[in-house]
């Protein structure tokens, strides 16, 4: 990515950094992350160390948030029985 990017989201750890992205990612906005190298050779994730910044253009950067806000209020979820929630009608 040439362009200017915005900081959308910052993970606690590669992990994390990885779900985030691939949810992103699968909704279509390119994502870059940046964080410190700790994270990968020791693993470290204390106190901000190992801290991953997910970074997007600054266009998707308003999607990529409402993707994540709706992600956090739940509005992804799937219940225990394994059904889509109610009111998608993509079932």
Do not use: W, Y
């Not at 910044?53 to 994540?68: K, N, P, Q, S």
């Not at 992600?71 to 225990?80: C, I, K, S, T, Y």
């Amino acid at each position: 990515m040439d362009q200017p990017l915005q900081c959308v989201f910052v993970a606690n750890g590669e992990l994390h950094a990885q779900q985030v992205r691939a949810f992103l990612e699968a909704a279509g906005v390119s994502t870059v992350e940046r964080g410190e190298a700790l994270r990968n050779t020791h693993g470290l994730t204390l106190d901000g160390l190992g801290s991953v910044g997910i970074f997007v253009a600054d266009e998707d950067a308003e999607e990529a948030r409402a993707l994540l806000s709706s992600a956090d209020a739940g509005g992804f979820r799937v219940d225990e029985a394994g059904d889509a929630p109610e009111g998608d009608s993509k079932s």
